[in-house]
């Protein structure tokens, strides 16, 4: 069993910045790629942004790009999303996530985190 524990979220205006951060235990084959989904209300989970092991390949959504940035520490244990000029769409639960390949859909996912809430005001 893999655990995600999740940190940061909470309530920011638009424009503002958060950072979230998800650490995992144990590490195993199933933390190769790490990342971030949302479910806002009333509509489906999606990507947000994710990474795999060495860092060298990175997704993300459309919506965040430019915005966003995830990053892993060099221990691979912990991954970050820095989320810049937010806006209220970015509004959601967010839920750390990791799998045995690259995250590109909720579908690969092997373990979920609790999620935490990012809440933008306008």
């Known amino acids: 069993q893999v655990q995600l524990v999740e940190s940061g979220g909470g309530l920011v205006q638009a424009g503002g910045s958060l950072s979230l951060s998800c650490t995992a235990s144990p590490l195993t084959a199933h933390t190769y790629s790490m990342g971030w989904f949302r479910r806002a209300t009333g509509k489906e989970r999606e990507i947000v942004a994710t990474?795999?092991?060495?860092?060298?390949?990175?997704v993300y959504a459309d919506s965040v790009k430019g915005r966003f940035t995830i990053s892993r520490d060099t221990a691979k244990k912990t991954i970050y999303l820095q989320m810049n000029s937010l806006k209220p769409e970015d509004t959601a639960l967010y839920y750390c996530?990791?799998?045995?390949?690259?995250?590109?859909?909720?579908?690969?996912?092997?373990?979920w985190g609790q999620g935490t809430q990012v809440t933008v005001s306008s």
């Open positions: 990474i795999d092991w060495n860092g060298d390949n990175t």
């Open positions: 996530a990791a799998g045995a390949r690259m995250l590109k859909s909720p579908e690969g996912v092997g373990y």
